[in-house]
Structure formats: C-alpha cells, structure tokens
C-alpha cells in the first residue's frame, strides 16, 4: 500500500514536469505585422534630421528655385560633428535634406547643375552625402535621406519629364552612398516656383502625378532594407503634426491605400487606424527650433531640455519614433546653441530611466498561454525581448503584477507589447498596492512597440497592470518600472 502512494506521488511529479516543459503552440499573428525592416527601424527609436541647402544661407525657410549656388559656402563643413552630435545624444541614424523644395542638390548630380558642383564649396568639387556617408560609417551610425518630390527650381516640374528626373536622382542617391536605412519622400509638393524662370504656379495632382507605386519600386530594387517615409507609409507614416506628438491612442495600423504624400485626411495619421490593412507606424518629426533649417535669429528660441523630454514622452513613449531635427548653420556645423542644450537633454533621459526597477522581479499573471512556462509572467522581468507572456486564444484579458520584494518609490512604467505578432491591446490600467488596497495611478488605450507612462511617486511594493480590451489575446514581452527625478515634464 506504502508502494502504491509513493508510485502516485512519483506519476504526480512526473505529470506536474511535463505539463511545465510541454511545447505549446505560439498565438498566431493578429492583423498586419512588421515587416524586419520595419523592425530594426522601430528599434532605433531616436533619429537625427539634417535639414541643410541654400536656405541656410538666405534665411528662408522653403528655397524659391531661384537662389545662385553661389550661396552655398560653408566655411568649415564637418559631417564627422554631425555625426557626433547625434551619436553622444543617443541617437541611432540620420537623414539628410539631399534635396530640399527649393530644387538644390548636396551632391554632384549629373543631371542638374543646380547642385553643390557650381557652389565655391571646395572649388564645386564636395559632395556632402559622401561626407555624410563617411562619417556615419566611421561611428557607426545609419544614414537616410530626403528626396524632396516638389522641385521649385526644376523648369520641367509639373510634366512628365520631371518624373524621369527626380527618379534618375533617387537612383543616384541610393546607389552611390552604400547602405541606406530610410528614404524620406516629403508630403509638400506643387505651388509656385522658379521652374527654370517661368516664375509661377504650378499645380500637380498630388494622388497621381508622382506614380508612387512606381517609385517605391525603385527604393525596394536599389535599398531592399530601406524603409520609405511619408503620409501613406509605405513602412512608416508622418504622425500627422510637426510638434513630435504621437497619439495617445497610437496604431501602427493603416489603410496606406486611403493616403498619399500630401494627402488631405492628415489629421488621422497621429492615432493611426484602429483596423487598418497595413503595418504603417509612426515617425515624429519636429525640430529643435522654430524653423527647419538654421537661421542665427533662432538661436535663442532653441528648445528646453524639458520640451524634448515632453517629446520623448509623446513619440517614443507613445509608440513612435522620435525624429529630431538638429539644422547645420552656416559654417556647416551644428550650432554650439543646440549641442549644449542636446547633450543636457541626453543627461536628463539617463536620470529619467536610470534603473530598472523590475527587472529580475518576481512577476505574477492571472493565466498563462497552456499553463506553459514558456509564456509566463516571469517573461515580463527577465530583461529579453524574445521570450513574452500571452494568454490563451480565447482569452483578451489579464492581470499582472510584479513584486518588488519592497517598498520602493515608483513613478515610471514602459510596458511593450511584442509586436512582431501585431498590435492588440486597446485598453489598460495601472495599479499600485498602497496600505493594503489598489490605488489607480495611470491608465491608457494602445501601447503597440513602447508605451511608457509617468504618475506622481508612489511608494509601493507590488504593482498591477490590468489589461482591459485586446483584440486578440494579449502578448507582452517587457514591463520596466523606473523612479525618475521630482519632475513633472507633461
Ligand atoms: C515639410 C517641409 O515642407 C519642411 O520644409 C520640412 O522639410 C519638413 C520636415 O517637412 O513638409
């Protein structure tokens, strides 16, 4: 009889370690997802813009067409600051204007004069992309690039021919410079202009005329791992405002169909759309002045460390990208003005999420995909991205908590969704344990790649996150916690 028991208690354990190490098939992909381009793109999250032509040199904002490249003389031109610049700020690629509205190109096209070779820069013989692209190879760094479609100096803009033209310099830009990471096609296109000295308006159709499809090919031919910008993706979406806000609401879902560069329905691009065809995500982009590009009067109007940090929040925190425009002035360096107030924002970020309150923490869910722990909770705390919790199918709910063994303050929480099987969750709660009861400290709809919330500092040692609505059963592959220094940057 004793033998009998102790057979039992024997098949007990051995069922209770099969069920643990049992495989248990992943949840199968919700909507669109990322594609890996999409991905390593997503994973940047803080980008560098150079916005740099003949404007830098006459104080306008959008070149006419008719400026002499004469103009463009920087007198101590350094890609390798730029560079450098970004890299101490955290920042993960670059993109530069090669081309702005006002038709100048930054390298030696052979199909326009109109470009730096008829510049007393270096005798006509420079070419700041190839300055760009040595720089960035030297630290590291990613290089993209801005293509402006309208072209105010070109006489052929609004025919056909143009078409052939500013295709011909896409060509140039993506197979000269090596790899690119980001081709940039701006939505402002058509209005009036120099066009070759006409001097007038001319209109384009903005949906039609460009042949987008067409186009896009060509990037897809000569940059296979590029991602191409602009309102209708195709990989990533303006956000919809030049401020670097992202919705609150923020899916990386999209008909790209329904849009195009230029196109007016605009104000739907910050939150996305809920049940959108395509993986679009956002970029957001706002520069560190006023203007684009660098006028000496704006120097005093540069942003504060706090502004950035309110834009970090709204972009990386909020499931975007955060594109920051940091313009070269006339010598061609980055303004000491902007690199003062760059490297303190870089400062204040490392304060801002200096510990990682939870990783190694004890993590807690109400269930678990198959009871499999190769989906539990614990996935959450152990600090990689690849392993993730998830429910079963069936199930579009959960609680989580994460123990912190002891009372500590928190006021920070970054949860991530994984999101190469698609964005799901539409609402969330978050919870602190204060004198025995839950205590709502933040809550919120979307959270997709990065969804990073601030609350006052609460002394606690057991946190909860409620997940509310999802589409499909959640998957959270990270949560961290932070305490970050008394300062309120919303
Ligand atoms: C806009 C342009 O018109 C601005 O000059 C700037 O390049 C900004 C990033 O995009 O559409």
């Given at each position: 009889m004793k033998n009998m028991s102790s057979f039992l208690w024997i098949l007990l354990f051995i069922l209770i370690l099969v069920s643990c190490g049992k495989q248990v098939d992943p949840p199968a992909a919700y909507g669109p997802v990322p594609t890996e381009r999409q991905m390593n793109w997503q994973k940047m999250e803080f980008l560098a813009f150079f916005h740099f032509t003949t404007n830098t040199f006459t104080g306008l904002e959008w070149g006419y067409g008719d400026e002499s490249p004469e103009i463009f003389n920087p007198t101590d031109l350094d890609c390798r600051q730029w560079v450098r610049v970004a890299k101490e700020a955290g920042m993960n690629g670059v993109i530069l204007t090669a081309k702005h509205h006002d038709g100048f190109c930054l390298w030696p096209s052979e199909y326009t004069s109109h470009s730096v070779k008829s510049s007393p820069w270096k005798d006509g013989n420079g070419d700041v992309i190839r300055e760009l692209a040595e720089a960035c190879k030297e630290y590291d760094m990613k290089m993209g690039l801005y293509l402006s479609?309208?072209?105010?100096?070109?006489?052929?803009?609004?025919?056909?021919a143009y078409i052939t033209y500013y295709r011909n310099q896409l060509r140039e830009i993506l197979t000269n410079y090596g790899d690119i990471y980001e081709v940039w096609f701006d939505g402002a296109n058509g209005g009036d202009g120099y066009y070759g000295g006409a001097r007038e308006e001319r209109k384009i159709d903005r949906k039609t005329y460009y042949d987008w499809p067409a186009t896009r090919k060509i990037v897809r031919e000569l940059q296979p791992n590029a991602v191409m910008f602009s309102d209708a993706g195709p990989d990533v979406r303006w956000v919809g405002n030049e401020h670097g806000f992202a919705g609150e609401t923020n899916w990386s879902h999209l008909n790209g169909i329904e849009f195009y560069p230029g196109s007016p329905n605009y104000k739907e691009l910050p939150s996305g759309q809920e049940n959108g065809a395509d993986w679009i995500p956002a970029e957001c982009d706002v520069s560190?002045?006023?203007?684009?590009f660098y006028h000496e009067k704006e120097d005093s109007l540069v942003k504060t460390v706090g502004e950035l940090m309110q834009i970090y929040y709204n972009s990386v925190g909020r499931n975007g990208t955060f594109l920051l425009n940091l313009p070269p002035d006339k010598t061609g360096r980055i303004n000491e003005h902007d690199v003062v107030v760059l490297k303190a924002f870089r400062k204040a970020l490392d304060k801002e999420f200096a510990c990682n309150l939870a990783a190694g923490k004890k993590a807690f869910a109400d269930s678990w995909r198959g009871k499999s722990k190769q989906y539990s909770a614990s996935n959450l705390t152990d600090e990689n991205k690849d392993t993730y919790w998830c429910t079963d199918d069936d199930i579009l709910t959960g609680l989580l908590s994460i123990d912190l063994g002891e009372k500590t303050e928190v006021n920070r929480i970054l949860i991530q969704e994984h999101i190469v099987l698609g964005q799901r969750i539409k609402a969330f709660i978050i919870e602190v344990l204060v004198d025995g009861a839950w205590k709502e400290v933040a809550s919120g709809t979307t959270i997709g790649y990065k969804r990073i919330l601030s609350f006052p500092t609460i002394k606690t040692d057991k946190i909860k996150l409620s997940i509310t609505e999802s589409y499909a059963c959640p998957v959270l592959n990270n949560i961290e916690l932070y305490r970050a220094p008394e300062q309120n940057w919303e």
């Open positions: 479609p309208w072209d105010r100096n070109s006489a052929v803009y609004g025919d056909t560190i002045r006023p203007g684009w």
